[in-house]
């Protein structure tokens, strides 16, 4: 059974930089062709496809945000960061990591942790 | 990389069927047979609905169906049911190898 669950700071400020962490278990990230992705959703918005990491560490970021973004994993942890610097408040929302499956397939997904900026 | 563009909303009534369609580029949606599409209720993550244009996960109601034609991609529902009711998302491999979501598209069962 697979799950996914993100953790870290629901309060960040202004220019900060955030790290959350995705946990999960069921699946191994040295397995070819595996990969975690990370999405997220301003509050009654639609979902925002930030990046992803592969298997071989290959990592793939949104055009618009891969400035600001860092995805990294740790494979003996089961755990994938992720590393957005510069933060906004436009950058509010709620952040989910998902297992990906196939191409730009994400068949499970973590419940999702809310991430407020503001000073 | 701009978004799928979706209706902001769609209705039908019981028993209807409705279509939600997914509109991309050569260089997502009309490039690559790597479409998928999510249902969200509120307060819960999102939920593989299809994949692959036109593939559903085990479980999910064969009610559900995808296509595409061009760079349009579209997502029908069969039989409505009230609990059909959600926003529903559509997703695509784009170049460069990353992905581009639509902005989402709200169903309400009359």
């Known amino acids: 059974q697979i799950t996914l669950k993100e953790s870290g700071p629901t309060l960040v400020k202004p220019t900060q930089t955030l790290t959350l962490t995705c946990s999960f278990s069921?699946?191994?990230?040295?397995?070819?062709?595996?990969?975690v992705g990370w999405i997220r959703q301003p509050p009654v918005k639609a979902l925002e496809w930030l990046g992803i990491?592969?298997?071989?560490?290959?990592?793939r970021y949104s055009p618009s945000l891969k400035s600001r973004l860092t995805i990294t994993k740790d494979t003996s942890k089961n755990q994938v960061v992720l590393i957005m610097t510069n933060m906004d408040p436009v950058d509010s929302g709620t952040y989910y990591c998902?297992?990906?499956?196939?191409?730009?397939?994400?068949?499970?997904w973590g419940q999702g942790t809310l991430v407020t900026v503001s000073s | 990389q701009s978004a799928l563009t979706q209706p902001a909303s769609v209705s039908g009534s019981p028993g209807q069927s409705i279509t939600i369609s997914c509109t991309g580029t050569?260089?997502?949606?009309?490039?690559?047979?790597?479409v998928s599409w999510y249902q969200q209720r509120p307060g819960e993550a999102p939920k593989l609905m299809i994949y692959?244009?036109?593939d559903r996960p085990s479980g999910v109601s064969s009610r559900f169906s995808g296509s595409t034609s061009g760079n349009t991609a579209s997502l029908t529902i069969s039989g409505l049911q009230a609990e059909d009711e959600a926003d529903y998302y559509c997703s695509s491999y784009s170049s460069s190898s990353t992905l581009v979501f639509g902005g989402g598209t709200k169903l309400t069962v009359l």
């Open positions: 990491i592969y298997w071989d560490d290959d990592k």
């Open positions: 998902a297992h990906r499956v196939g191409l730009a397939v994400f068949d499970y």
């Open positions: 069921g699946f191994s990230l040295s397995t070819r062709g595996v990969g």
């Open positions: 692959e244009v036109s």
């Open positions: 050569s260089s997502d949606v009309g490039g690559y047979n790597h």
